[in-house]
């Protein structure tokens, strides 16, 4: 937008005791003009200004009508620049530095420039710092003395900049002050007659304030990623000085000269810029170090502010005047001022670019590899898992195996226990059966030997002695005598005890001699055996009966040791069983965990996707960019053929105009020759006429 400079005049207090004797200046409102000292104006000397500053005013007035608007639009993105013009030992310092009481504008500037940026919440700031002087005609950095006489180049990206000059990053204001204080040593001061401590050099302190959005996570492009650039410039020129006034001599002569001359370049510039378009046709920026690096502050992409000061003295009227007419030419000055985002196309493009290697880096650097070595992690647990899974299965898979052969063994076991059992009942049975066998019939007779004959219906039948009919008693009689009792006999005989077990399930005799609970089969045939060792005296049915009780014995003794393993075996069973129980459960939750990976798995690929695809959108971007810079650059290369066309047509017109001129000026001369010829001719024509009359 177009924008006149900000002028200011600012007048310091006198430092003269002498009391004006003819005129003085008056400050009324925003103008200053020269008055008599009965108090009339002087025609032609009064000049209205943005501002006029009387002698009472302070630089925090100062700073807060004319500057403070400048330095928050650089905070915004606009470049800025803001100057103090005037004669030496005029009050330029003292307001660009100002004093402890009263600080100036450079140090209000940067502390409003922090100020600001703690209060705006949505864009990060950088900002860089740098100091220069030009001290005869020659930049030197006031951050580093040892960066003397420093070029100034010209690029796209960056403007006019002096190359090599040292920046210095800043987070607050007390850093960049403490930075001034040691740039202030390294400038050049020297006493003249009119300032004790006189400027010898134009100093510019320089703040590149770069901001962007802070990303918010919108989609809008231009608003949470353009990079603002904005250079604010802050310059205390050293003073125009009258040598005669200044009394200088030697070096600072020579200053002298240097300040004076690049101060004329400087009202040449201010000339010609104010002059208006039509006759702006060339601005001399480049006839002055100082005018080259305010050529952007002139006329430019920049908001500007002028201060000029005067002294009050009658004697400094004239330049005084020469001040307020120098004011008065930048008033009519217009400056452009953009915020700097949208500088140029390529300069945007080049952002662009940026950014987008930027997050290319961002997206190929940390978080896609954290991803690919997070999805590398997942397949390496997934495969761990279903390894452990597959081992688990297989101990699984044996476990059955054995457990099935267990049972297997366990159901052989018992099915041998049974065969041994019903072997033991067998064994009694048919050892019964051939004891019958083999006892004679007659020795039946003579000795009564116990005869065991079944039953007719095949069914156990314990008969019992009369007395024994009684429910109480057991079919066992007491004692034996030596004499077989009939009915003893009978009951031996006749009555087949087979089945052992059995016994148990006749009544309990009211006196017994050994308790119910201990007879087992072995006690029984023992009773038994007894009974008939007692009454029995045939010696080979005796050792029969001895064999078979070993033989029962034995048979007993290995049932009791295979229900001993069996029982075992169920133990082991049992704890098997809970050792599968307890795997099946580690298997379920391997499950568990391989889908809940499997899940985040999935999750993890689609967001690698989904970056995949953003990068894809990017590098199309990038490659659009790359078409638009070629396209500029192609333009530009045109604009530039065109350029040398034009220039190669002007120095044909040129060499074409000389040649005329030369062709016209022989002309000329030749006419001149003919035109005396006819003269003289002319005239020796009137004399013979003269001689003829
Ligand atoms: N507005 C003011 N109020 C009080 N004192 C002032 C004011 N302006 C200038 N002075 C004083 O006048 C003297 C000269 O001022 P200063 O050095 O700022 O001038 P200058 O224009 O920078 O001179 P030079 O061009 O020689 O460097 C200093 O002592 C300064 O303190």
Redesign the pocket.
Known sequence: MAEKICVAV?V??S?SEESPSGTFWKIEDNRISLHKLHGTPISGLSYAFDHVFD?S?SNSKVYELLTKDVIHAAVDGFNGTAF?Y??????????MNG?LNDPGIIHRAVNDVFQKIQMISDREFLIRVSYMEIYNEEINDLFAVENQKLPIHESLERGIFVAGLREEIVNNAEQVIKLLESGEVNRH?GE?N??????RSHTIFRMVIESKGIDTGSSDYSSSDAIRVSVLNLV????S?RIAKTGAGGVRLKEGKYINKSLMVLGNVINKLSNGAKQRAHIPYRDSKLTRILQTALGGNAKTSIIC?VAPEEVHIEETKGTLQFASRAKRITNCAQVNEILTDAALLKRQQLEIEDLRRKLQGSRSEVLEQEILKLRNDMLKYELEREKLEMELEEERRSHKEREQHIRDQQLKIKNLSSLVSDGNRSSSQDSMKESPKDECNDFKTPCFKETSNNAFVAKRSNYSELPDFSPLPDSFSNVADEDTWFKMNKGYIADLDSLQTTPARKVQSFPPQDITPLHKFNLLYELHCQDCSNDNYKLELQNLKTQLELVIKEKDELQRKHEEEVQINRRLMGEISELKQELDLSNNSLESSAQRYGNLEREFQKLKDERDSLLQTVSESSKNITFLTDQKENILKDLNCEVQRRKDLEAEIKQFSVAFASRQRSLASIHGEFKSKIEKLRAEKLVRY
């Open positions: 600012r310091r207090p430092i002698e005013c103090a005037g004669q030496t030992s005029s009050g330029k310092t003292f307001t004093s001061f003249t009119m300032n004790a401590r006189s400027s205390d020129l050293a003073g000085e000061t």
